[in-house]
Each structure stands twice: as structure tokens, then as C-alpha cells.
């Protein structure tokens, strides 16, 4: 059966607004952050994901299709408790890399889903790069995580 560009665009979509979450998720939490090279990470990290949406947007609009330019409901909630818990726990840098992992998790299973749908070539393989840079960074957030614990 073949699969519609609709589809396609519905797609890349869902990882603008994953992409849209965790650029604001890590940008957020890099406020929060008192560790200036985790601030630093983070900030990286937003600035990766902008770029990953922007790309998939041009190419969602190259199909013809409207790209989405905010987040998921889900990834304002997420946002928000990555700000009640930084309020809670007065800025804990333990608690917002916590918190960072978990969007992280959510990240990386948003890719997973989309890699698994049957889509063209080309944007599957920018897909697998994004994918690629979004798994390095869950690994580096989960690493941080089980340092922090360890200390």
C-alpha cells in the first residue's frame, strides 16, 4: 500500500513539535541550571534541536505541506514541571537533569516511531541523522544523571 505525502508531513511534524519540546525543555533547564558546563550542554542541545526543526520544516513545506511552529501540549506540561520542580527544589541541577533525561526518553521514542513508518529515501536518511544526534544526546544527559548520582 502505498503511503501519502500527507503521511509523510504528519510525520516529520510530530518531530518538529518533539524537536520544538526539547529545544524549549533544554533552554529552560539551562536557565535553571547552576553548572555552568551543563548550562553550556543544554544550551547546545536547544540550539541542535532549532536546527533539526527548521530542517524538517523546509523539508514538510518542499512537500507541499504546512509544518507545525510550536510544541506538543505535552511538551508545554513537560516544560511546565521542569519549572515546578526547579522552583520546588530551589534550582536542584540534580532534579532538572532528571527531568531532562525523561524528555530525553520521550525524545528518543518519538524517533523510533517515526523511523519504524515506511518513508521516502531521502527523508528517512535525515531522519537517522537527527536520530543519530538525539540518541547522543540522551546518552550524554543519562551519563550527567548517573555521574550526579554517583557523587
Request: glycine share 8%; charged share 30%; aromatic share 6%.
Amino acid at each position: 500500500m502505498a503511503v501519502s505525502t500527507d503521511q509523510f508531513t504528519e510525520t516529520l511534524n510530530d518531530l518538529v513539535e518533539t524537536c520544538k519540546d526539547g529545544e524549549k525543555g533544554f533552554r529552560e533547564a539551562a536557565e535553571g541550571i547552576t553548572n555552568s558546563s551543563t548550562r553550556t550542554m543544554f544550551q547546545k542541545f536547544a540550539q541542535e534541536r532549532a536546527e533539526y526543526a527548521r530542517e524538517l520544516q523546509s523539508e514538510i513545506s518542499r512537500l507541499g505541506g504546512t509544518p507545525e511552529t510550536g510544541g506538543s501540549a505535552s511538551g508545554a506540561l513537560h516544560r511546565g514541571w521542569i519549572n515546578l520542580k526547579s522552583a520546588v527544589t530551589g534550582r536542584n541541577d540534580k532534579a532538572i537533569v532528571d527531568e531532562a533525561e525523561r524528555g530525553e526518553d520521550i525524545a528518543v521514542a518519538e524517533y523510533q516511531k517515526a523511523l519504524a513508518k515506511d518513508i521516502p529515501s531521502d527523508l528517512k536518511s535525515i531522519v537517522e541523522r537527527q536520530y543519530s544526534g538525539v540518541q547522543a544526546a540522551h546518552n550524554e544527559v543519562r551519563n550527567l544523571k548517573h555521574s550526579m548520582a554517583s557523587n
